[in-house]
Antibody, heavy 121, light 106 residues
């Protein structure tokens, strides 16, 4: 059974860089699959942040592309999100998820529980 | 980007009743459409992918239909555990986009 777990700081200062990690169990991230980050501001809807392939190819939301980096660490079976130049608008619950199937575009079948990140001084 | 519009914003129904939720895409997404259920404090749960097949473990009271720009999620007989927010998502074109959600409540 695939399980995902986000980890990272709950509070980050404006202008700083957020770093989150998603640890995957029950599945090798170096297999033929794709992994994503989705965020949800408090009380609002879901926003796709980006997706990474098993080989490290990345796809980013145009609205965040200049500030976001997603990477893999196959030795730890983890993938990570870095988001720079934070503002209060980046306050959200950040979810990591596994794409359904073996294509970069797809629905998200398995999700982490999410981690709340607050941007505040 | 493709804009996904869900209606209604809130749907008030009683247990045992049928609920019909709509999702419209600003341009065709073929059948590349998913539905999720989200309860407070929880991650979204995939219900439907490719517009109509149910994800593993999803009860058959949930059904999806549609293609192109118009999609429907139907819950045939609402159970108490079905009161939640439902989102549609298109994955036909980058960037992936979600609807704003429909809240199903009593």
């Amino acid at each position: 059974q695939v399980q995902l777990q986000e980890s990272g700081p709950g509070l980050v200062k404006p202008s700083e860089t957020l770093s989150l990690t998603c640890t995957v169990s029950g599945y090798s991230i170096s297999g033929t699959s794709y992994w994503g980050w989705i965020r949800q501001p408090p009380g609002k809807g879901l926003e796709w942040v980006g997706t990474i392939s098993h080989s490290g190819t990345t796809y980013y939301s145009p609205s965040l592309k200049s500030r976001v980096t997603i990477s893999l660490d196959t030795s730890k079976n983890q993938f990570s999100l870095r988001l720079s130049s934070l503002t209060a608008a980046d306050t959200a619950v950040y979810f990591c998820a596994k794409v359904y199937g073996n294509y970069p575009v797809g629905s998200f079948h398995h999700w982490g529980q999410g981690t709340l990140v607050t941007v505040s001084s | 980007e493709i804009v996904m519009t869900q209606s209604p914003a809130t749907l008030s129904v009683s247990p045992g009743e049928r609920a019909t939720l709509s999702c419209r895409a600003s341009q065709s997404v073929g059948s590349n459409l998913a539905w999720y259920q989200q309860k407070p404090g929880q991650a979204p749960r995939l219900l439907i992918f490719a517009a109509s097949p149910r994800a593993t473990g999803i009860p058959d009271r949930f059904s999806g239909s549609g293609s192109g720009t118009e999609f429907t999620l139907t819950i045939s007989s609402l159970q108490s555990e079905d009161f939640a927010i439902y989102y549609c998502q298109q994955y036909n074109t980058w960037p992936l986009t979600f609807g704003q959600g429909t809240k199903v409540d009593i």
